[in-house]
T-cell receptor, first 111, second 115 residues
Framework: DAKTTQPPSMDCAEGRAANLPCNHS???????VYWYRQIHSQGPQYIIH???NNETNEMASLIITEDRKSSTLILPHATLRDTAVYYC????????????FGTGTRLTIIP | EAGVTQFPSHSVIEKGQTVTLRCDPI?????LYWYRRVMGKEIKFLLH????????ESGMPNNRFLAERTGGTYSTLKVQPAELEDSGVYFC?????????????FGPGTRLTVL
């Protein structure tokens, strides 16, 4: 079973920052927070991951609370192509582990 | 560099028939995973190969499903005989073995419809 809780859906205006929350109150010390997304009719796509420090890459930023019980994925300037289902996944950071997907958040970018 | 490819993109079969799905991972990726999403449900893990060996097949629903990975390259997932509840989208993913983090590269999926 997924170890995360996410809102089922969110809207965001095009060009604004999209902030997607995730609760993972039972996360253990060796588990990382991963974010993937699935654009319609495509396979899931890796976005970013982190342990306890905030992380940023070319796609997004990840903010993890100090107690690590929740995190927020930030898409700084959302475009219509960011409309997708976003999955927050908690897994140990071994590169060979299976991914456990939850229900995710359906993000709709509004023109 | 080519991504993960899956064939066919769509398959429509009748209950009781056999279907074989194929996945070609990214060249050099020793990890290969199969997942599926059945209607209205979450994406679920099926199994994991490391090269030609099955590392974890805990997600395989029953013995009607058979996965192989010949020579540690491409993989096939056979469903025999297919049942109505097997309808869904089957995803394949690959990743290099021993990486520091869990970035899996997914294919576009095969949509299976069992009538």
């Amino acid at each position: 079973d997924a170890k995360t809780t996410q809102p089922p859906s969110m809207d965001c205006a095009e060009g604004r920052a999209a902030n997607l929350p995730c609760n993972h109150s039972t996360i253990s010390g060796n588990e990382y927070v991963y974010w993937y997304r699935q654009i319609h009719s495509q396979g899931p796509q890796y976005i970013i991951h982190g342990l306890k420090n905030n992380e940023t890459n070319e796609m997004a930023s990840l903010i993890i609370t100090e107690d690590r019980k929740s995190s927020t994925l930030i898409l700084p300037h959302a475009t219509l192509r960011d409309t997708a289902v976003y999955y927050c996944i908690v897994e140990s950071n071994f590169g060979n582990e299976k991914l456990t997907f939850g229900t995710g958040t359906r993000l709709t970018i509004i023109p | 560099e080519a991504g993960v490819t899956q064939f066919p993109s769509h398959s429509v079969i009748e209950k009781g028939q056999t279907v074989t799905l194929r996945c070609d991972p990214i060249s050099g990726h020793d990890n290969l995973y199969w997942y599926r999403r059945v209607m209205g449900k979450e994406i679920k893990f099926l199994l994991h190969f490391v090269k030609e060996s099955k590392q974890d097949e805990s997600g395989m629903p029953n013995n009607r499903f058979l996965a192989e990975r010949t020579g540690g390259t491409y993989s096939t997932l056979k469903v025999q005989p297919a049942e109505l509840e097997d309808s869904g989208v089957y995803f394949c993913a690959s990743s290099p073995y021993g990486t520091a983090y869990n970035e899996q590269f997914f294919g576009p999926g095969t949509r299976l419809t069992v009538l």
